[in-house]
């Protein structure tokens, strides 16, 4: 199985463009000039793709996300939101914990 690397056959890719943060185009006007903040960004988005906590995150906020697009008063979103979030954290943390 592992004889066809040994000749040769195995290519190793060495162009690691694909794994560097891409310019971040959400940034306002008014933070474009700032190393800081545009860092920020880039990087904490880059490592959110990467290890694929945007996934988690769009699931923890498709909930309050729905209600208000159904329409519903901002407040009442806001609170459920609020406890769904709670709950979801509380479930992570016992995940985690082994419980």
Known sequence: MLSKYDRGG????????AELPQDEAGV?????TNIFTDSFKAISNWFLSIT???YLLGFLNAVPAFL??????LEFAYAIGVFWHGIGLFLIIKFIGGG
């Open 28 to 32: 306002t006007s008014g933070e474009s």
């Open 10 to 17: 195995y290519q190793l890719n060495a162009n690691v463009s």
């Open 52 to 54: 694929g906590i945007n």
């Open 68 to 73: 208000i697009a159904i329409g519903l008063p």
